[in-house]
């Protein structure tokens, strides 16, 4: 499939009269994240089979769409991952604008038949392939997370902006140390009543910009949702590669770049997350090794916003957090504009 990020005047003016059909758009959406043949979704929409198939080879031929063959049925979906950049860029949009009647039936008798189909096959037979999209009882994330937790064995860690301690709830047993620090001084006194007195776990009122930790005193630092708080990411990462032990690990979880400023600000985000070369760039500019920079899930409901998990060390003999790269002007609320997946 091609990768074309533009397209020419003609190619442009293609694409938007090729989206330019209720009924293309009304398959479009029935095919976003889910895999149905032309007969289901001939049983889906009530349209003429011979009209569906139509549509199809025009959304099939301009590469919207790919197939596959589970037993006897070719199945096709809209995966978004697969779409050419600019297709992409342009599907995002009108999806997560387009709302109507005709499309929540469509989506509500889709998932009746993807349901029904699961139960006739059997559920591993049907979702071979796919099954963390799929639903099955107590086979949850958290389920998956918390069983994960037992493999881990981790040293002195520093969660930075822990809020109220959920994630030390997990770490603490598998840790030498945990350390939460967060800015809110209503939030560390919920942290200390969920926490109760543990005897690794400390909690501190502080900023993530100016940890108040000598250099090297941390052998993991977690940045799980914090960064798009700061008003100077670079000098927070700096700080975080400062404490941090050469050899040691830093975990950043944090929102992908997006267009959605006013639900973001709704929770206090200065920054509406940032694109992949940016935290590299950040995570390099404090010295550190990044081994992991990628968008790992998208949320399933709208406005789909993506997440980035960034893996980074602390090289053994690097000298860190002595120049902390050049910092955004404070209380600016960054606009970065959202790359291209890279
Ligand atoms: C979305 S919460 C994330 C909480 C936790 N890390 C988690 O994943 O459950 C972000 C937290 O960062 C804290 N925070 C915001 N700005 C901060 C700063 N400059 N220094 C330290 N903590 C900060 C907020 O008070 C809030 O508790």
Request: with cysteine.
């Amino acid at each position: 499939m091609s990768q074309t990020a533009t397209h020419d005047l003609e190619g442009t003016v293609g694409l938007l009269a090729l989206l330019a059909d209720p009924t293309r758009l009304r398959l479009l959406c029935l095919l976003d994240g889910a895999e149905l043949s032309v007969a289901e979704l001939t049983r889906i929409t009530d349209l003429p089979q011979s009209r569906v198939s139509t549509h199809l080879g025009r959304l099939r031929a301009a590469s919207l769409l790919v197939e596959h063959r589970v037993g006897n049925s070719t199945r096709l979906t809209l995966d978004r991952q697969q779409l050419p950049a600019a297709e992409a860029e342009l599907w995002n949009l009108l999806h997560a604008r387009t709302d109507d009647r005709l499309l929540a039936a469509d989506r509500e008798r889709r998932d009746a038949l993807v349901r029904d189909r699961e139960r006739e096959a059997g559920w591993p037979d049907e979702v071979a392939g796919r099954m963390e999209h799929s639903y099955s009882p107590g086979r949850t994330w958290e389920a998956t997370a918390r069983g994960l937790v037992g493999l881990l064995r981790l040293g002195d860690v520093l969660d930075v902006g822990s809020g109220d301690g959920v994630l030390t709830t997990l770490l603490a047993a598998r840790a030498r140390s945990v350390t939460c620090l967060d800015r809110s001084p209503r939030v560390i006194e919920a942290a200390a009543e969920r926490l109760g007195r543990l005897p690794n776990v400390q909690l501190l009122e502080g900023d993530m910009h100016a940890l108040p930790f000598p250099a090297q005193s941390f052998d993991q630092v977690l940045c799980f949702h914090s960064l798009t708080y700061a008003d100077e990411p670079a000098r927070a990462l700096g700080e975080a590669a400062r404490v941090l032990r050469p050899g040691g690990d830093l975990v950043l979880v944090t929102l992908h770049a997006h267009a959605h400023s006013e639900i973001a600000a709704a929770y206090s985000h200065v920054v509406d997350g940032f694109t992949l070369p940016e935290l590299r760039r950040l995570c390099e500019g404090a010295g550190l090794h990044v081994t992991c920079c990628d968008i790992t899930s998208r949320e399933r409901k709208k406005p789909y916003f993506e997440v980035v998990t960034v893996f980074a060390q602390r090289p053994a003999d690097a000298e860190v957090g002595k120049q902390p790269p050049r910092a955004r002007p404070p209380r600016e609320r960054a606009r970065i504009p959202q790359s291209p997946r890279s």
